[in-house]
């Protein structure tokens, strides 16, 4: 398997239309200080995209701050610095993490997580470029770019006045949305022959043990896929990663698969005739036995067409161009 994989640990992996669309707006919001709003489920890869466009600028530091892990009575010292003697335990004064990405990036990673008071001191960063922090009488002044990323849906966040309009306003200047590892099946072996080069293991899969991966729908996407490589490096001893190396829950989905296979599979060869058989005849057309395995497998994927297209063995734009086709809506 061919990889896109470099050593430095921050690369996006991937040539899917997706990924490569992701890459040219990489290239192009280096060139800007705007900022940036990444948006995607958990485990897309929000930072590695945050990263390779700070890298991209060629500025001061990377600062990445998790909105979501910041405690909350402490949370405007630790963004903000304080003063010493700001409150009890301020025994020095500190800088807070906004200081310390001055000249560089900023990423807030989870900023729905961020509350209201301290929404409106970030809004005031961005405006005016300066910040007061705590206990301090004078405000000081910082150049830094702001990268913020969430897997809410921060319009929404708005409408239920859990989120500053205002922000979300200044935020999203420019947003970019990350795919579903399940929305760019074709990366994964490609993921999977980075996550073995990075781990230092000279691991093959089986090809039963590979469709089993490439099926299966990752609700962890790219965090997930990777701890499940390391899972069954550190598990298996020999060279060859095989389905019973495979965790809980991709042997369940591995079960599961078999039995659908068995089920399209017997629809598409006529073993299991479908309800819509001809009484006068007796024999069942070719159409309706296609348009029956299509329902088949999309029901059994709950509407996932990739999964579906897997399940049947044609690809997903022949998938498509028969739900058109026979007007299947589903």
Same mark, same amino acid.
């Given at each position: 398997?061919?990889?896109?994989?470099?050593?430095?640990?921050?690369?996006?992996?991937?040539?899917?239309?997706?990924?490569?669309?992701?890459?040219?707006?990489?290239?192009?919001?280096?060139?800007?200080?705007?900022?940036?709003?990444?948006?995607?489920?958990?485990?897309?890869?929000?930072?590695?995209?945050?990263?390779?466009?700070?890298?991209?600028?060629?500025?001061?530091?990377?600062?990445?701050?998790?909105?979501?892990?910041?405690?909350?009575p402490?949370?405007?010292?630790?963004?903000?610095?304080?003063?010493?003697?700001?409150?009890t335990?301020?025994?020095?004064?500190?800088?807070?993490?906004?200081?310390?990405?001055d000249?560089?990036?900023?990423?807030?990673?989870?900023?729905?997580?961020?509350?209201?008071? !301290?929404? $409106?001191? %970030?809004?005031? *960063?961005?405006?005016?470029? /300066?910040?007061? #922090?705590?206990?301090?009488?004078?405000?000081? &002044?910082?150049?830094?770019?702001?990268?913020?990323?969430?897997?809410?849906?921060?319009a929404?966040?708005?409408?239920?006045?859990?989120?500053?309009?205002?922000?979300?306003?200044?935020?999203?200047? !420019?947003? $970019?949305? %990350?795919p579903? *590892?399940?929305e760019?099946? /074709?990366?994964? #072996?490609?993921?999977?022959?980075?996550?073995? &080069?990075?781990?230092?293991?000279?691991?093959?899969?089986?090809?039963?043990?590979?469709?089993?991966?490439?099926?299966?729908?990752?609700?962890?996407?790219?965090?997930?896929?990777?701890?499940?490589?390391?899972?069954?490096?550190?598990?298996?001893?020999?060279?060859?990663?095989q389905?019973?190396?495979?965790?809980?829950?991709?042997?369940?989905?591995?079960?599961?698969?078999?039995?659908?296979?068995r089920?399209?599979?017997?629809?598409?060869?006529g073993?299991?005739?479908?309800?819509?058989?001809?009484?006068?005849?007796?024999?069942i057309p070719?159409?309706?036995?296609?348009?029956?395995?299509?329902?088949?497998?999309?029901?059994?994927?709950?509407?996932?067409?990739?999964m579906?297209?897997?399940?049947?063995?044609?690809?997903?734009?022949?998938?498509?161009?028969?739900?058109?086709?026979?007007?299947?809506?589903?």
């Open positions: 398997m061919a990889s896109s994989c470099v050593d430095s640990g921050h690369s996006l992996v991937g040539e899917s239309p997706q990924i490569c669309q992701i890459r040219r707006h990489i290239d192009r919001l280096s060139r800007s200080r705007s900022p940036v709003l990444l948006l995607g489920e958990s485990g897309t890869g929000k930072e590695v995209v945050a990263r390779a466009i700070h890298e991209g600028a060629n500025i001061g530091s990377f600062i990445p701050i998790d909105c979501g892990s910041l405690v909350a402490l949370m405007e010292s630790e963004l903000f610095g304080h003063a010493k003697g700001a409150f335990g301020a025994a020095e004064t500190k800088r807070g993490l906004i200081e310390l990405a000249g560089g990036t900023a990423f807030f990673d989870e900023i729905g997580d961020l509350p209201l008071e !301290v929404q $409106v001191k %970030l809004l005031r *960063l961005l405006q005016e470029r /300066e910040f007061r #922090p705590v206990g301090s009488l004078t405000t000081r &002044k910082v150049e830094i770019r702001v990268i913020a990323a969430t897997h809410r849906d921060l929404r966040e708005v409408e239920h006045k859990s989120f500053r309009q205002d922000l979300f306003y200044r935020l999203n200047v !420019v947003s $970019v949305r %990350l579903a *590892l399940r760019r099946i /074709e990366d994964i #072996p490609l993921l999977i022959d980075c996550f073995l &080069k990075r781990l230092g293991a000279r691991h093959k899969l089986t090809n039963e043990c590979l469709e089993t991966l490439v099926s299966y729908p990752w609700p962890g996407n790219v965090r997930e896929l990777q701890n499940c490589i390391e899972r069954m490096v550190a598990m298996n001893s020999g060279p060859l990663l389905t019973a190396d495979l965790p809980s829950a991709l042997q369940t989905h591995l079960e599961a698969r078999r039995s659908g296979v089920s399209v599979a017997a629809v598409v060869n073993t299991a005739p479908p309800r819509l058989a001809s009484p006068q005849s007796g024999i070719l159409t309706e036995m296609e348009k029956h395995a299509i329902r088949n497998a999309l029901e059994y994927t709950k509407g996932d067409r990739a579906a297209a897997l399940l049947l063995g044609i690809g997903r734009t022949t998938l498509y161009r028969k739900l058109k086709e026979y007007g299947l809506a589903v």
